[in-house]
Every structure is written in structure tokens, then in C-alpha cells.
């Protein structure tokens, strides 16, 4: 069964510094994935999505991430990072074959920014 | 742009009762997918639809039930409320191929059962 771990639960940075948010995948194959944000009590803001060419996806607010076959991972970054990015980052698989359709999460990072 | 439409974004029931929570996909989705995320958690998949058809079935108790109708909206109903049914219910939507291009998702509707 596919499954998705984001290492770090907390990250603070400063605003102003570059981030990094860590996301590894269990599959059989490639699968697609997806970066979402979730400021607290809202929904979910897809910030970006990877299915297959070029391993770097630029996304909205600045954000890209870079899959990495050879190590199953699927980091998010920002090279500066802006008190407003604040939230809840979930990284998610989807399946390959579209026969099941449904999203996995991982347990989501949550970034707090410093002054 | 269009989004998806939860209703309502707030609802508070007590134990035992009922509650029913819609969800109105972008136009011209045709598959829709609810998700429950619990206080700290990441979203759970409970069900999916597609064409009015169940397409996959996640962690969804027994107590709760959901469809698709004519118009593509979709309801979930949930029955014998229990405290741990405290959440935020969230319903994407997607064309078929949601994999493919992502999900759509709604603001959620928070359940708080009391």
C-alpha cells in the first residue's frame, strides 16, 4: 500500500529565510503527488502537483518542489520565506492507474515563521 | 472561478443524533471525494463517487452513509453521532481523471458533536 511521510511535525523559520519541508513516498511505482496548504480552519490550497517530465514543478506563492526517484522524495521549498506562508503543509500520493482515485496524506508539517 | 461548496461550514450536534453535510463539485466534476481530518490530523479518505456510482471506499464508519445525486452533488449522512466524529469534513471534487490533474478541494464543514 502506497504511503506518505513527512518527517518534521515542526518547522520555524525565519522570514526571510529559504525553506525546505520534507516528503517521502512508499510506492510500487511513480505515483502523483501533490503539495497542499491548510491555514488553520480553512480548506485545502493545492500549491503544486508532479505526474511525470521534468522533476522540478514550480508552483503558486513561490513554492517548488523537486521529485527525486532515487530516493522516493518529493521536498517542498521557498527561497524566501514570508510571514504570511505560516500553515499546515501536507504532502500527498495519488494513485498511478486512477483505480482508486482517492488521495493519501501524510501527517502534514506545520511551519511557524519568526519575525 | 467556481469552487467547491460545503454546506454548512459549522454544525453542532449531540450525541446520538443525526447530521447531513452536502457538498456542491466545481461544474463538470463528475467525481467527488470526502475526507475527515480530526483535531492535529491529516485527512482520512472516507468515500468517493463517481457518476452517481460509490467508486472507492475508505475508513468510513458504518453509522455514516453518502451518495451522489442527479446533479452531482454529493451528502453525507451520519448517524448515532459519537464524540470522536468531531471533525472537519472536507469534500474535493475532481473529472475522472483527479489523479491525473489533483482534487479541488471544499473549505470543509466543522462537525462538533457535544
Known amino acids: 500500500a502506497q504511503s506518505v511521510t513527512q518527517p518534521d511535525i515542526h518547522i520555524t523559520v525565519s522570514e526571510g529565510a529559504s525553506l525546505e519541508l520534507r516528503c517521502n513516498y512508499s510506492y510500487g511505482a511513480t505515483p502523483y503527488l501533490f503539495w497542499y496548504v491548510q491555514s488553520p480552519g480553512q480548506g485545502l490550497q493545492l500549491l503544486l502537483k508532479?505526474?511525470?517530465?521534468?522533476?522540478l514543478v514550480q508552483g503558486i506563492k513561490g513554492f517548488e518542489a523537486e521529485f527525486k526517484r532515487s530516493q522516493s522524495s518529493f521536498n517542498l521549498r521557498k527561497p524566501s520565506v514570508h510571514w504570511s506562508d505560516a500553515a499546515e503543509y501536507f504532502c500527498?500520493?495519488?494513485?498511478?492507474?486512477?483505480?482508486?482515485?482517492?488521495?493519501?496524506f501524510g501527517g502534514g508539517t506545520r511551519l511557524m515563521v519568526k519575525p | 472561478a467556481a469552487g467547491v461548496i460545503q454546506s454548512p461550514r459549522h454544525l453542532i450536534k449531540e450525541k446520538r443524533e443525526t447530521a447531513t453535510l452536502k457538498c456542491y463539485p466545481i461544474p463538470r466534476h463528475d467525481t467527488v471525494y470526502w475526507y475527515q481530518q480530526g483535531p492535529g490530523q491529516d485527512p482520512q479518505f472516507l468515500i468517493s463517487f463517481y457518476e452517481k456510482m460509490q467508486s472507492d471506499k475508505g475508513s468510513i464508519p458504518d453509522r455514516f452513509s453518502a451518495q451522489q445525486f442527479s446533479d452531482y452533488h454529493s451528502e453525507l449522512n451520519m448517524s448515532s453521532l459519537e464524540l470522536g466524529d468531531s471533525a472537519l469534513y472536507f469534500c474535493?471534487?475532481?473529472?475522472?481523471?483527479?489523479?491525473?490533474?489533483?482534487?479541488?478541494f471544499g473549505s470543509g464543514t466543522r462537525l462538533t458533536v457535544v
Open positions: 508532479y505526474f511525470s517530465g521534468d522533476t
Open positions: 500527498a500520493v495519488g494513485p498511478l492507474n486512477n483505480a482508486g482515485n482517492m488521495l493519501t
Open positions: 474535493a471534487s475532481s473529472a475522472f481523471q483527479g489523479a491525473r490533474y489533483g482534487y479541488t
